[in-house]
């Protein structure tokens, strides 16, 4: 069977059992699962169903997951089977059939569609454990039992291999798994499935998904008893194709060639396998949406491309290569997973990008290990600073290590990343919180709240929940028209008022699980009870003025796909009464005509007075018709779309509120363009009464200026173009006349890096006295920049680092700089954030030395 032929037959096989075929979810996990970065498992889109948080589209569901494992990326290409992109099936039972009924759709599929011969089947189950307070699964041995398992082929296994949970907290189970016996040419007789042999393979995880764990090692059960299954549909191809290697079936086949064709070197199997792999896996990343960065799931795909492109240069490909890649994905899997196709230049615009990023990073990094080899041993902190700062892979510093016979303090290493990973992970409470309002929710009350807040911003309604917890009251109402937080959209403030009209208490903050919703109420609230009447006052002036925000936020990123091409993609957003912020993926700084562009096709569409219809539709209809949707976030089969116009420039899926036509905005403002995180820039902006009060400021300090240089406010900008021409004549004058250095074309040669002016250069000066004044002159005339200035003195390097505050606040520090500096011409250094200086006994190394600073500074600002 190809891999196409399993993954049909098994759907197919579940869809005439009753069970309601799903798409494969996003690689990206929606907004309400903040416990993974990436989507792991089959379940894991199906989460509120399990926890009873939203109604499933049906009791029996089955679906292709794409998933990712990111603690397999360093095992890849080591063994026969790990992969970090994989595909899932699985078939679910939500409240229906439970243990029996899975072990027989199990036994009935692996006989009848895998064809497999039922003595070759052996099953695992629970063995209990003492910390979960659980025995043996009794009732799990008794199903297949009574289908006809021998007793000897079902084995037990601990809690390691038998439980199933997708993170430390959440939906979790006992399970049991399938394992294909290989036959005695694999292994020993004594050999037995869940050890570490090669003869057992398992095939199917069927997981009794009773309980949820919160706090860890606390399970409660579930409002029903459900059933999670996956089966690996890689793994399965092994099997049914008779290889020994997922490497060597049908999917990586082409890919395998392809790097077997490229490579000039001595042919790596392990080399071709991670190529495989990680390109696999960073196709189906990018077209999810994922760009890379140094930040989360960003940074796992750079670190996927970076170990491919480090392999590719270790097989002797030559040129970039990725692309290629690319195209065999997409031939290979396109017809399963048309959002390949769809996102193709997308894919091919980030893939080219960070090719040749890396290729330079990656000269730079081995220059530097070359280095550091010479000297015999490469230190835990050397390796980290490799890995961390120049994205230089650590397993690739090892290997080449080992090649030369030295030795890498990995324990440091690991020390080190450890460290950093603590550091990252300092957030993690904000996502603690959301699983707890989510029990806040559910606690409240069964029924559901129904949100009438597109329509009313007033609704008389009865209290259907009240909770006191932490001195703070949390309200369910039978219809409420606040709207809770959502889709970058802040949530509503307002009032509660009694039947009379007075007022009970202030809403500060509407919580949302799932479809349902909750308020929490400000301040010393008065007695309320379940079944009291109230009305529910939103506040009208901040709404309408967060509707024309949001509004501009679907304009906004219609006008950047329109301005820069279609990779922009929202990444992330803050929509409120007082400005709007928009997230997009891009790898530039925009420049001031592609802002004025963005800026005026926007206030054009106001200007249009274009209509703004929230339509219902089919998910599959409004993919058709191009909405664009938010990548991670779950979508059911019938959606929300807002189309502005005709639909000819911005449709796109949304539950947030909108004006009802575009000239309800007013007028439309940027504020500021910058960087959010590598290849994410952030765009702030005001519409309505805020615009008009920015633009008055603005035209009041026009006139200001005017008045201090004495002219109109129409002639200020030649005003004050004349004044730096003087000032750079002057510049000029004074350093012919001293032979000092050019300041001024020191100047002219800084460069915009990631939003800030960046200088690195050699200069000719007499002592570091005379390249100290040279970078206080540079900084003068630069203003916010990061400097580093380099001279050889003497027969030795000077070095000097200057960097503004405002870069210093986003990681750059002048110390760590003129440090990386000076360990390429063989010294050290240090000092503030803001200046620094260091020594070298190397000048020959100072370009070398000038060229790593400047991939340090790309390096932290892009972060």
């Known amino acids: 069977m190809t891999s196409d032929e399993i993954r049909e037959s098994f759907l197919s096989f579940f869809e005439k059992r009753d069970h309601k075929r799903l798409p494969s979810a996003s690689l990206v996990p929606a907004s309400y699962d903040p416990s993974v970065l990436l989507t792991t498992a089959g379940m894991h889109p199906l989460k509120p169903y399990f926890q009873g948080l939203e109604a499933p589209p049906h009791h029996r569901l089955t679906s292709c997951q794409k998933c990712f494992r990111t603690p397999d990326i360093d095992v890849v290409g080591t063994t026969t089977r790990h992969l970090t992109f994989f595909e899932m099936l699985g078939n679910f039972s939500l409240g229906d059939y439970f243990k029996q009924g899975a072990a027989e759709f199990a036994w009935e599929m692996s006989l009848e569609g895998f064809k497999f011969p039922a003595e070759k089947i052996w099953v695992t189950v629970f063995e209990g454990d003492e910390e979960l307070g659980l025995g043996p699964d009794e009732e799990a041995i008794d199903a297949w039992l009574k289908i006809g398992v021998p007793r000897e082929r079902i084995v037990l296994c601990p809690r390691s291999e038998n439980f199933w949970q997708a993170g430390p907290t959440g939906p979790c189970g006992p399970c049991s798994e399938l394992y294909y016996d290989r036959g005695l040419e694999w292994g020993k007789e004594d050999d037995l499935p869940g050890g570490e042999n090669e003869r057992f393979l398992e095939y199917w995880n069927l997981v009794f998904m009773q309980y949820n764990q919160d706090p860890v090692n606390t399970l409660t ?89 480090a392999q590719g240069h270790r097989l002797g490909i030559e040129g970039e290569f990725l692309t290629q890649y690319v195209d065999v994905v997409q031939e290979t899997m396109g017809a399963a997973y048309p959002e390949l196709g769809r996102e193709r230049d997308t894919i091919l615009r980030w893939v080219r990008a960070e090719e040749q990023g890396f290729g330079r990073t990656l000269e730079t990094g081995l220059s530097m290990l070359d280095d550091l080899l010479g000297r015999g041993e490469v230190s835990g902190e050397d390796a980290f600073k490799l890995h961390d700062t120049f994205g230089f892979p650590i397993d690739l510093t090892t290997e080449i290590a080992g090649e030369r016979g030295v030795a890498v303090d990995i324990a440091g290493f690991d020390e080190l990343m450890e460290e950093q990973r603590l550091r990252s992970s300092a957030g993690a409470g904000a996502q603690e919180r959301v699983g707890a309002k989510q029990e806040v929710i559910r606690r409240l009350s069964e029924e559901p709240t129904e949100f009438t807040g597109y329509e009313h911003l007033e609704e008389r309604t009865t209290i259907s929940g009240v909770i006191e917890q932490g001195g703070r009251t949390f309200v369910k109402l039978a219809t409420s028209p606040f709207y809770a937080q959502g889709g970058g959209q802040v949530s509503d403030e307002g009032v509660v008022l009694d039947e009379s009209g007075g007022v009970v208490a202030t809403v500060n903050e509407v919580l949302r699980a799932g479809e349902d919703q909750a308020v929490v109420l400000e301040g010393d609230v008065p007695q309320i009870k379940v079944g009291d009447t109230v009305v529910a006052r939103v506040d009208r002036p901040a709404r309408l003025a967060t509707q024309a925000n949001h509004t501009a936020t679907h304009l906004l990123h219609a006008a950047l796909r329109q301005t820069l091409g279609t990779h922009v993609r929202q990444a992330g957003s803050y929509v409120g009464p007082d400005k709007l912020r928009f997230d997009f993926t891009h790898g530039e700084r925009l420049s001031a005509e592609e802002l004025k562009q963005v800026e005026d096709l926007v206030n054009g569409w106001i200007l249009r007075n274009d209509p703004v219809r929230p339509i219902t539709t089919t998910l599959k209809e409004a993919q058709e018709l191009g909405a664009m949707a938010l990548f991670g976030e779950k979508y059911g089969d019938v959606v929300r779309m807002v189309q502005i116009g005709e639909g000819d420039h911005s449709r796109e899926l949304c539950g947030g509120t909108h004006v009802r036509s575009t000239a309800e905005i007013g007028v439309f403002k940027i504020v500021s363009e910058g960087s959010s995180a590598s290849n994410v820039r952030r765009i702030e902006a005001v519409t309505g009464p805020e615009a008009v009060t920015l633009l008055r400021s603005h035209d009041g300090l026009i006139r200001e200026a005017a008045a201090e240089l004495r002219t109109s406010p129409e002639q200020v900008p030649a005003k004050v173009a004349d004044l730096q021409k003087a000032l750079k004549d002057a510049s000029k004058k004074s350093a012919a006349s001293n032979g000092a250095v050019d300041v001024a074309a020191l100047a002219g040669a800084a460069e915009d890096v990631d939003g800030a002016r960046v200088l690195t250069s050699r200069v000719e000066v007499g002592d570091a006295k005379a390249l100290l004044d040279a970078t206080d002159r540079v900084k003068n005339a630069l203003g916010d920049a990061a400097i580093v200035l380099g001279a050889v003195t003497e027969g030795k390097v000077a070095l000097i680092a200057s960097v503004a505050p405002s870069l210093v606040q986003r990681g750059l520090k002048a110390g760590e700089l003129v440090k990386v500096a000076a360990q390429v011409v063989g010294g050290g250094g240090g000092g503030r954030d803001t200046m620094a200086q260091a020594g070298g006994r190397d000048p020959e190394k100072l370009g070398d030395a000038l060229a790593a600073a400047r991939a340090h500074i790309e390096a932290t600002l892009a972060g």
């Open 221 to 309: 059960p579930l409002p029903k008893q459900n059933i999670d299954t996956g089966l690996g549909l890689n793994r399965m191809a092994l099997i049914q194709q008779g290889v020994d290697s997922v490497f060597d079936t049908d999917q990586f086949i082409p890919l395998m060639q392809l790097g077997r064709s490229l490579a000039t070197n001595e042919v790596d199997e392990r080399a071709l396998r991670i190529l495989a792999d990680h390109t696999r896996g960073m196709t189906f990343l990018i077209a999810d949406g994922v760009v890379p960065s140094n930040e989360d799931r960003g940074y796992v795909l750079r670190r996927l491309m970076r170990r491919a492109i």
